[in-house]
């Protein structure tokens, strides 16, 4: 099992925020798309967890166990509403994904401990602007994550969860 962020830009969580509160997406994060999944290595049974970031803010919207990666003509039939148009989509396992989020916003301590592997395993942290905020770029890709970031993780939404 490996574990990945993938972002969502801040545009993109406007509509399933109001799209959730009226109920045409599901609470549940069962789905996500991209253009990078495969590419990346990301197969079933992996765990990701969508980002965003929007004015030195990073926002944890959610996490997902992956039961399957489709393209879209099988995502567009098996979903129930009109996913995002991308090469790749991951359909969550059933009963293992978080409600979407768009109120979980990282601490600086918090982000100061997000780590990702990087080339040839080597761990390495989230980069920083000159202003100091996280690197906007840092996020942009899938990236895959520690195992001790994504406890972390799960530990922040298991939090949120229980408000």
Known sequence: ?????????????VFP????RKRKVPLALDHTAGNAFRK??????DAVY????????IRLLGRMTVERVVDQGEAESVLGYEPWKASDHLLAVAGESTD????VVLTADQVNELRFVGHGGKVVGIKFNRRGDPDQQTLRSVRELTAETAS???????ERARS
Not at 50 to 57: L, N
Not at 152 to 158: G, I, M, Y
């Open 50 to 57: 969508v980002v965003s970031y929007h004015r030195g803010v």
């Open 17 to 20: 925020e109001e799209a959730v």
């Open 152 to 158: 972390f993780l799960d530990e922040v939404l298991a």
């Open 100 to 103: 979407h989020y768009f109120d």
């Open 1 to 13: 099992m490996k574990f990945w962020t993938h972002y969502w830009t801040h545009e993109t969580t």
């Open 40 to 45: 990346r290595g990301v197969r079933p049974g």
